[in-house]
């Protein structure tokens, strides 16, 4: 089955650690996404990358971090930099249709 | 960079249509895209249009693009309470494939 697996579901991190969540894609999708949602809001876009080796920031980049080696696999290490970083995590690949995983759960403790 | 737009909230009787809207900013958007929501889950891809279109329909979901207002809408028609969840609106704009999300309509269906 092709679609969008996003791990951890959830995820506990101490404050001034980095944490990365994972996100794998077997649709063959050039573009991927990573949004952060926030209790009763809506989505905010952290990171895009349209290619392989290519990235562009989104509108709350600060504090993260993402690599794609690969065009299966973005993920999004949360730095000790970001200050909120709890948080509901989406992951999106797009080739005219976007797909989403179904998310993570990133609590800080 | 583009702006999305949607009222928070909506309200509709079992049975009745919804009408959720939707305003953005970009006039080059390529896509326009529906997602529901349901809690604690990802989001689910409704449907979607291309910008070169009026009306797209499948099944019980209509979408209404007004280019011109910049506006975009989704009907639903025969509102289930299975389709209480929250709804969100997203653009899909030029060369680089950003993709920007409305706030979201928290829809509640009234058994």
């Known amino acids: 089955d092709g679609g969008i697996t996003q791990s951890p579901k959830y995820l506990f991190r101490k404050e001034g650690q980095n944490v990365t969540l994972s996100c794998e894609q077997n649709l063959n999708h050039d573009a991927m996404y990573w949004y952060r949602q926030d209790p009763g809001q809506g989505l905010r876009l952290i990171y895009y990358s349209q290619i392989v080796n290519d990235f562009q920031k989104g509108d709350i980049a600060e504090g993260y971090s993402v690599s794609r080696e690969k065009k299966e696999s973005f993920p999004l290490t949360v730095t000790s930099a970001q200050k909120n970083p709890t948080a509901f995590y989406l992951c999106?690949?797009?080739?005219?249709?976007?797909?989403f995983g179904q998310g993570t759960r990133l609590t800080v403790v | 960079g583009e702006d999305v737009e949607q009222s928070l909230f909506l309200s509709v009787r079992e049975g009745d249509s919804s009408v959720i809207n939707c305003t953005y900013t970009d006039s080059s958007s390529t896509y326009l895209y529906w997602y529901k929501q349901e809690p604690g889950a990802g989001l689910q891809l409704l449907t979607y249009?291309?910008?070169?279109?009026d009306m797209k329909q499948d099944q019980r979901l209509t979408v209404l693009l007004n280019k011109k207002d910049k506006h975009l809408s989704l009907r639903i028609a025969d509102t289930q309470t299975g389709d209480s969840a929250i709804y969100f609106c997203a653009v899909k704009t030029g060369g680089y494939q950003k993709v920007t999300f409305g706030t979201g309509t928290k829809l509640q269906v009234i058994p």
């Open positions: 999106a690949s797009n080739d005219g249709e976007a797909f």
């Open positions: 249009i291309f910008s070169n279109m």
